[in-house]
């Protein structure tokens, strides 16, 4: 069974090139279920629910989202009720969302994803640490094949979580950063690991931004409009084979397609 995670899309370029290029990898690549990270999909900054259908429409089975997951309040009702979204898991618990999201792949197998932020560097959350714990405990007898996206900006944070979940889920993948990093390895037990699969989104920028306007502002002082970039869009994630039986991942291997090679 093959997954196909896509890290942060970002804005409309990352929007419209997995709309433009998703069928097509799918096919090519052999791919059972397609599940993406969607944070910054609307003007790069959270996700509404007009986007979140154009990304599944094009192919994407599960989203998990993180920090700016609310930062489109019209998302909120659809994330009560939809079941392919799902919030970051160690958020409060009156937090709007499910913590975790479940479907069943191309090949039949159950497939489910979920998201946690880290604590370095970011606003104070729950424990990621008991919160898999607790999540994995629900999942128990619903599926084998459990993807962690470990939203978190530090490397170490995300290596602690993997060696955490090694043996117990399929694969623990990294993102926030935007920047893909070159760790990709599968730890004891069958957990596929990477530190951050990168964006899906335009990298002619600064993080999916327009390099102008942030260095101005980080020059200056003087606040501006961080606005999505538009150049050299790419799709960025990883694919991960996992037997279906066990739940083990087999192998993982980096995604990356530039919007130049299509
Ligand atoms: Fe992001
Ligand atoms: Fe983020």
Redesign the pocket.
């Given at each position: 069974m093959r997954i196909l995670f896509l890290g942060?899309i970002v804005g409309p370029p990352g929007v419209a090139l997995v709309r433009k290029a998703l069928p097509d990898v799918v096919t090519r690549e052999k791919i059972d279920i397609v599940i993406a990270n969607a944070?910054n999909g609307s003007n790069g900054t959270g996700l509404n629910p007009n986007t979140y259908k154009k990304l599944r429409q094009s192919g994407i089975d599960l989203v998990t989202m993180?920090?700016?997951v609310y930062k489109k309040q019209e998302i909120i009702p659809l994330m009560k009720e939809d079941e392919r979204i799902c919030r970051p898991a160690n958020f409060p618990a009156e937090a709007p969302g499910r913590e975790y999201v479940l479907t069943a792949a191309a090949d039949g197998t159950m497939v489910a994803a979920f998201s946690v932020l880290g604590r370095t560097f970011m606003r104070s959350v729950d424990c990621p640490f008991h919160a898999v714990d607790r999540v994995l405990a629900e999942l128990e007898g619903k599926a084998k094949c459990i993807l962690v996206d470990v939203?978190a900006e530090a490397t170490a944070d995300k290596y602690l979580l993997a060696h955490h979940l090694k043996g117990r889920v399929s694969a623990v993948l990294g993102t926030?950063t935007h920047v893909p990093t070159a760790d990709e390895q599968i730890f004891p037990g069958g957990t596929a690991f990477i530190s951050d699969v990168g964006m899906c989104g335009p990298y002619d920028s600064i993080l999916g931004r327009r390099v102008d306007r942030v260095l101005y502002t980080t020059v200056t002082f003087v606040p501006s409009a961080f606005d999505v970039a538009e150049g050299d869009a790419r799709l960025a994630g990883a694919i991960v084979d996992v037997d279906a039986a066990t739940g083990q991942a087999q192998a993982i291997r980096r995604f990356m397609l530039r919007e130049t090679e299509l």
């Open positions: 942060d944070e993180g920090d700016h939203h926030h």
